[in-house]
């Protein structure tokens, strides 16, 4: 038998969680999902004043069942060293990312050639516009938001 994996599902599990705000009931629920995730990435339980970006996008994926196709990290950095080792990681400037694909910022990369910095933010790809050249996406901890 064959898992099939839904990008609309990540899609939809992010979304329901738009406009959650830092230390709110809801946001309380993404760390508890994280922190009840085993083992542990690392063996860190997340509080509620960390960054908590690669959290929600980790939450995201184990609300969804899909905690072996993502690298579950409450780590921007830690996502991409656990992508590498998973086979999974695309640093190509040329890619034109793909509904519930993850997407990391560094805020200091120049945008000449593929990026080998430190990566300081994560979200979610919910919409792509080839044509008019941009895409929408989900972010935890956006202005201490889901936006």
Not at 9 to 33: C, F, M, Y
Not at 63 to 78: H, K, Q, R, V
Not at 97 to 108: E, K, M, R
């Amino acid at each position: 038998m064959c898992k099939v994996y839904s990008r609309e599902r990540v899609i939809k599990r992010a979304e329901a969680w738009l406009g959650t705000k830092e230390h709110s009931p809801q946001h309380g629920e993404i760390l508890n999902i994280y922190n009840g995730f085993k083992p542990l990435a690392r063996g860190y339980a997340v509080k509620p004043n960390d960054s908590w970006c690669a959290t929600f996008v980790s939450a995201v994926f184990i609300e969804c069942g899909y905690a072996d196709i993502f690298p579950i990290e409450c780590s921007c950095n830690e996502v991409i060293k656990k992508a590498k080792s998973m086979g999974i990681w695309v640093e190509d400037d040329a890619y034109v990312p793909t509904p519930g694909d993850a997407i990391l910022y560094d805020w200091q990369d120049n945008g000449v050639g593929d990026d080998v910095g430190t990566s300081e933010h994560i979200g979610l790809v919910s919409f792509v516009s080839k044509e008019s050249g941009y895409i929408v996406v989900i972010e935890g901890n956006y202005s201490d938001m889901v936006r």
